[in-house]
């Protein structure tokens, strides 16, 4: 399995922009998240999922649309990137019940908005 | 506020000795707790669960106290491989993981 991975791993943006991070895993699970990563801030989340066709924002969902067309990919769209966004992003899933078990997260993406 | 805090660190640690830490957290209705460890650049990865009860997994010892809402972890003999940053986790009302902003552990030879 290659569990949960994440593309790409940097990426370098101009300020209005748009871009989708991809994430996806092998692992069947159900609950995928993701979460941003800022210095003394740590992991906040930004959208999650339940299952395919489902999601709901987290704590930090403005700027940023998900959807959740298939149990494996749980891609992020950034729909006007601003410099505030520049951060490094995990995704992470999880199986069966959702946050109360393992998260496995992904690498992490590398985002930096000028 | 934020709702899960920890004391940043660093906790300069010599080798072999122990180190402990807390996280507090301020929802009294969370339900599941955790430790990750991150290493630097990298992705956090589970360490351990913390249950009721107090649980140890070889080195390292986690303990729940709900009456004054925090856990706490500790490593004793503390190897060169134990530096990371350690992020505390908790469910909120909704069941969502909350991450404190992590405590960093440096052990020196």
């Known amino acids: 399995n290659a569990g949960v991975t994440q593309t790409p791993k940097f990426q370098v943006l101009k300020t209005g922009q748009s871009m989708t991070l991809q994430c996806a895993q092998d692992?069947?699970?159900?609950?995928m998240s993701w979460y941003r990563q800022d210095p003394g801030m740590g992991l906040r989340l930004i959208h999650y999922?339940?299952?395919?066709?489902?999601?709901d924002q987290g704590e930090v969902p403005n700027g940023y649309n998900v959807s959740r067309s298939t149990t494996e990919d749980f891609p992020l769209r950034l729909l006007s990137a601003a410099p505030s966004q520049t951060s490094v992003y995990f995704c992470?899933?999880?199986?069966?019940?959702?946050?109360?078990?393992?998260?496995?997260f992904g690498p992490g993406t590398r985002l930096l908005v000028l | 506020r934020k709702e899960v805090e920890q004391d940043p660190g660093p906790f300069n640690v010599p080798e072999g000795a122990t180190v402990a830490f807390n996280c507090t957290y301020s929802n009294s209705a969370s339900q599941s707790f955790f430790w990750y460890r991150q290493d630097c650049r990298k992705e956090p990865k589970l360490l351990m669960s913390v249950y009721s009860s107090g649980n140890e997994d070889g080195r390292f010892t986690a303990q729940l106290n709900r009456a004054s809402q925090y856990i706490s972890l500790l490593i004793r003999d503390s190897k060169l491989s134990d530096s990371a940053t350690y992020l505390c986790g908790t469910t909120d009302s909704w069941g969502k993981l909350q991450f404190g902003a992590g405590t960093q552990v440096v052990v020196t030879p």
């Open positions: 692992m069947n699970h159900e609950y």
């Open positions: 999922s339940v299952g395919a066709g489902i999601t």
């Open positions: 992470a899933s999880s199986h069966p019940s959702g946050f109360e078990e393992t998260q496995y």
